[in-house]
């Protein structure tokens, strides 16, 4: 069945260090992926996503590149913040009208 | 609303009991979507609807779980006979016209957190 596999948590970077978060999924068809980001005490909410292979998604610094060759979707920021700790989610979808979520990765940032 | 707003924000409650979760999606969100999310995992997914139809049921764990969307607006979530692998986060979200849609995305509420003892 359809999967997404992230890389475990959590990851501690210093302010202005390079973030990679690994995501590989499993799928069939062609389905689109996402990132979404869960603030501490708030809800999920949508990053950036992608539609179709070799599409980029960005927002706010960050990007993602779904690569179907390898299939990844893995999220970079050049600069990290302390405000940009978080939990990182990928998901891929729709799949029949839902989103199917991998474990979520945290990150903290450090002044 | 302004956002999606769920309540309880917390439930404790003893194992047999029943609960309701309450989910109050965006005003003029055609989708709704219910998971569950245990600590340190992503949102598992249970149930949808679109308008007042659930459209999906193929998640929830067993016949003691339900939902309902009666108005095609508010949704409850009943777990019924509470057991304590229930406890977890229960997560609701909506869409403004389902995600088979372009460009459309989940907006989450906060959260139930639900602790059956």
């Known amino acids: 069945g359809n999967s997404v596999t992230q890389m475990e948590g959590p990851v501690t970077l210093s302010e202005e260090a390079f973030l990679t978060i690994n995501c590989t999924y499993t799928?069939?068809?062609?389905?689109?992926l996402f990132w979404y980001v869960q603030y501490p005490g708030e809800g999920l909410q949508l990053l950036l996503k992608?539609?179709?292979?070799?599409d980029k998604g960005s927002n706010k610094g960050f990007e993602a590149t779904y690569r179907k060759e390898t299939t990844s979707f893995h999220l970079e920021k050049g600069s990290v913040q302390v405000s940009d700790s978080a939990v990182y989610f990928c998901?891929?979808?729709?799949?029949?009208?839902?989103?199917?979520f991998g474990q979520g990765t945290e990150l903290s940032v450090k002044p | 609303g302004a956002g999606v707003s769920q309540s309880p924000r917390y439930k404790v409650t003893k194992r047999g009991q029943d609960v309701a979760l309450r989910c109050d999606p965006i005003?003029?969100?055609?989708?709704l979507y219910w998971y569950r999310q245990a600590l340190g995992q992503g949102p598992e997914f249970l149930t949808y609807?679109?308008?007042?139809?659930?459209?999906?049921k193929s998640g929830l764990p067993n016949d003691r779980f339900s939902a309902e969307r009666p108005e095609g607006s508010i949704s409850t979530l009943t777990i019924q006979r509470t057991e304590q692998r229930d406890s977890a986060m229960y997560r609701c979200?909506?869409?403004?016209?389902?995600?088979?849609?372009?460009?459309?995305?989940?907006?989450f509420g906060s959260g139930t957190q639900l602790s059956v003892l």
């Open positions: 979200a909506s869409s403004t016209r389902g995600l088979g849609a372009t460009n459309e995305k989940l907006f």
């Open positions: 799928a069939t068809g062609y389905p689109s």
């Open positions: 992608a539609t179709k292979a070799d």
């Open positions: 998901a891929l979808g729709p799949q029949g009208g839902k989103l199917i």
């Open positions: 005003s003029g969100h055609v989708s």
């Open positions: 609807f679109n308008y007042e139809a659930q459209q999906d």
